[in-house]
C-alpha cells in the first residue's frame, strides 16, 4: 500500500489557523478531491472537526483518543497504526493532515503531493520540517498564478522518499 501525504503548506509552513485554511485556493480544493475520490484518506480529529463530516466518497478514518468518539460514515482508529492496519487492504492512502498527523506519518510515507503557497500567512499549525536532500525528492513541480478563484500563487509538488520505487506495486491482502 503507498502512503501519499497530501497537504497545502504556505512558504512559511502554515497549514492551518484557527482551524481553518488561511487561503482561498479554489485549484487546491479540486485537486484534493480528484486525488482523493475513490480512496481512505487518514485524518486527525481537530482535522476532521474543521471539516464538519465525513467527505463523500471516501473511506474517512479519523484518528482520535476518545474511544467514544462517533460521526456519520466514520472509521474511527485509536492511533495512526490502526488507521493504517484498517485500510491497508488498499492500493493507496491519503494522510489528510492535520499536523499532529503529518509528523506521525512523514517517515513512513512514500509520497508528498503538496501544494506550495507562494505566501506568508498568520497561522497556528506547520507542516513538520522534512529534508528534501537526503529523505525527499522533488519529481515533478506545476506553477500556477493567482487568479480570481485563487487567493495566492501556488505550485503543485510531487516528492517521493529518496530510494523509493517510482512506481511502487501495491500490496494485496
Ligand atoms: N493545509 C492543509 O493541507 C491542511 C490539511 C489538514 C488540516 N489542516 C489544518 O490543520 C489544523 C489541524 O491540525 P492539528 O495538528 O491541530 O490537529 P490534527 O492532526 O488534525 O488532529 C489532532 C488530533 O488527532 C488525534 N491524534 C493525533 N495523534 C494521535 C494518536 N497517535 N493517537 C490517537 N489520536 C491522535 C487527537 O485527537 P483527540 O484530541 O480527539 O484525541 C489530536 O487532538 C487545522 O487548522 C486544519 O485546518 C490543514
Do not use: C
Not at 498564478?145 to 512506481?167: C, I, K
Request: aromatic content about 8%; cysteine-free.
Amino acid at each position: 500500500m503507498k502512503i501519499t501525504i497530501i497537504a497545502a503548506v504556505a512558504d512559511n509552513g502554515v497549514i492551518g489557523n484557527h482551524g481553518q485554511l488561511p487561503w482561498r485556493l479554489s485549484a487546491d480544493l479540486k485537486r484534493f478531491k480528484a486525488l482523493t475520490m475513490g480512496h481512505a484518506m487518514i485524518m486527525g480529529r481537530k482535522t476532521f472537526d474543521s471539516v464538519g463530516k465525513a467527505l463523500p466518497g471516501r473511506k474517512n478514518v479519523v484518528v482520535t483518543h476518545n474511544r467514544d468518539f462517533a460521526a456519520d460514515d466514520v472509521i474511527t482508529a485509536g492511533s495512526l497504526e490502526s488507521a493504517l492496519m484498517l485500510v491497508q487492504g488498499d492500493d493507496i492512502v491519503f494522510i489528510a493532515g492535520g499536523a499532529e498527523i503529518y509528523s506521525q506519518a512523514l517517515h513512513r510515507a512514500d509520497e508528498m503531493l503538496l501544494t506550495r503557497v507562494h505566501a506568508e500567512p498568520e497561522g497556528d499549525v506547520t507542516f513538520p520540517e522534512f529534508d528534501d536532500v537526503n529523505e525527499w525528492q522533488l519529481v515533478d513541480s506545476e506553477h500556477f498564478e493567482a487568479d480570481d478563484r485563487n487567493q495566492y500563487p501556488y505550485s503543485f509538488l510531487t516528492y517521493r522518499r529518496v530510494g523509493a520505487d517510482l512506481h511502487p506495486v501495491a500490496e494485496s491482502g
